[in-house]
């Protein structure tokens, strides 16, 4: 039988037409946003109008959580798929990430993905499995900021929030081989403390009080890893550091980490800057403030910056949203915006983040879908952040690897509604004794209930009933009539560290 010639043009259109098909990856991470300040969860506190659109064009996971709630552990789990343990990341102070390993960015590639990461890394190594890279240094500045990429260290002049969209929408529009389908990291900064703000925005939300959270002077009876910590908004945020608050005439001794910050701003921003905080500051001390008003000055201080620096982040996400609109890039692709955990706003008397209590166990999670997908709205299934990986994988059609420890999302966003889904979450915390005095502990969580147990230099149990106690405030552990739901806790807690193969277990008694 004669072969069959096709034109060239005919051979090449297959290929072609399958790269169209694949879709692109737009992955938006922030440090430290919580859902209390993302008004598609909550109105309390802001509106953020245009991460709100992408919940509005798409979908909102409503259970949402980590598995290590501290920025370079998050991160590992995110690129790996797996929990700390198997990707060897556990806490920022003594970790290293070790690049050679197999990682979601790595496995795109093979895929035939162009893969950029721009922003915050902060896993200490030279980023790998990416063809384009352009980071900050540790944790980066807001003002005028350092970045690092293959040629070495620079500096950009601007507000960071505004840089990193800036190198995105570049690199999206001029340095990426747009034969390939892509996947771009853009990950933020912001919110991370010490919350320093654009300088359009320094007056911004100068009027408003926000509400104190109805467990702010929280007493931590019953709780003792939780009466230990060193995250007390009235006791631990800096008021120089912080709160911004210094001796107008700077006689006393000004924390050096800021002042190299704000140091950074040229002549002329740096007389807005101080312009603007010296009259906080001299308002401040006029004030004479003591005890719980002091306390709930702080918080004030606290949640106004950190609203400040989110207004900024908000409208880079529409900017970055626009843009991809524009190029018509936006029925390709999916658009995922999420943090590396969620954090305290004044709920148990904190800021920071570490517990597996839900406000920094939690995060926020919302996608807007590629053409074709036509699930909108909540989802309510409990998912974790290394489901991202197996997600990506699935979604650019390459098999995932056994030993990744997460589920792929695709199903739930198909609109399909398993009836395997998994019922309980597992959580491991190591960084201690470190900053903010968090105790080690691991846990479990249900769609009801959650197990915890601190240990290290310590050996306490705590038990919440989510539904009765979402605040978690009332530690039912060892109260009569428990005992039961305790004993299947712990026998979930002790599979689930056997599934994933976690050395560090309780022994059941
Ligand atoms: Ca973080």
Not at 20 to 33: G, K
Not at 69 to 93: I, Q, V, Y
Not at 427 to 450: D, L, M, N, Q
Request: charged fraction near 25%; proline fraction near 5%.
């Amino acid at each position: 039988m004669r072969k069959q010639i096709l034109p060239v043009a005919a051979c090449l259109l297959p290929a072609l037409a399958a790269a169209q098909q694949r879709y692109n990856i737009v992955y938006i991470m922030t440090d430290d946003h919580t859902a209390q300040m993302l008004s598609a969860y909550d109105t309390r506190n802001v509106k953020t109008p245009n991460l709100d659109r992408i919940a509005a064009d798409g979908v909102k996971f409503t259970r949402s959580f980590v598995a290590n709630s501290l920025s370079g552990p998050s991160r590992a789990c995110m690129l790996t798929g797996k929990h700390s343990h198997k990707n060897g990341f556990t806490n920022n102070e003594h970790g290293i990430f070790d690049g050679s390993q197999q990682t979601m960015p790595k496995l795109l590639q093979k895929a035939g993905y162009q893969t950029s990461i721009i922003g915050k890394w902060h896993l200490h190594s030279t980023p790998t499995g990416f063809d384009h890279w352009d980071v900050l240094p540790g944790q980066g500045d807001y003002y005028n900021p350092d970045f690092i990429n293959e040629k070495g260290r620079y500096r950009v002049q601007g507000y960071l929030t505004n840089i990193v969209t800036d190198k995105a929408i570049k690199w999206l529009d001029e340095q990426r081989d747009k034969s390939k389908p892509f996947a771009l990291f853009v990950h933020h900064k912001a919110c991370h403390r010490n919350w320093l703000p654009e300088l359009k925005y320094l007056h911004e939300y100068e009027d408003t009080t926000f509400p104190l959270p109805a467990n702010f002077y929280d007493n931590y009876e019953g709780r003792q890893a939780a009466g230990a910590t060193t995250m007390e908004v009235g006791k631990d945020l800096i008021l120089d550091y912080d709160c911004k608050i210094y001796d107008p005439n700077r006689t006393r001794r000004i924390n050096q980490g800021y002042m190299n910050m704000i140091g950074r701003l040229d002549s002329k921003d740096r007389a807005v800057y101080d312009f603007f905080h010296d009259s906080l500051t001299v308002d401040f001390y006029r004030q004479n403030l003591s005890g719980r008003a002091l306390t709930e000055y702080k918080f004030q201080r606290y949640m106004r910056d950190y609203a400040k620096v989110l207004k900024s982040l908000d409208d880079n996400v529409g900017r970055l949203l626009d843009h991809l609109k524009e190029q018509g890039l936006l029925d390709n692709t999916l658009v995922v915006y999420t943090s590396d955990q969620g954090f305290y706003m004044g709920e148990h008397g904190w800021f920071d983040k570490r517990f597996m209590y839900e406000e920094s166990f939690s995060t926020p999670l919302l996608m807007r879908l590629p053409k074709g997908f036509k699930t909108r709205g909540d989802i309510n299934q409990m998912v974790q952040n290394i489901d991202y990986a197996p997600t990506f994988l699935e979604l650019a059609g390459t098999p995932i690897p056994p030993d990744i420890q997460g589920v792929s999302l695709l199903p739930l966003l198909k609109g399909e509604k398993p009836k395997k889904w998994r019922k309980s979450l597992y959580y491991h915390f190591y960084e201690y004794p470190a900053e903010h005095s968090v105790k080690r502990h691991y846990g479990v969580r249900t769609e009801r209930y959650k197990l915890i147990h601190f240990y290290n230099d310590i050996d306490s149990w705590e038990l919440y009933d989510l539904k009765e106690d979402p605040q978690e405030m009332n530690n039912l552990y060892g109260k009569p009539g428990t005992e039961r739901l305790t004993r299947n806790l712990k026998k979930e807690l002790l599979r689930l560290q056997e599934q994933y193969d976690d050395s560090i277990r309780f022994r059941r008694q």
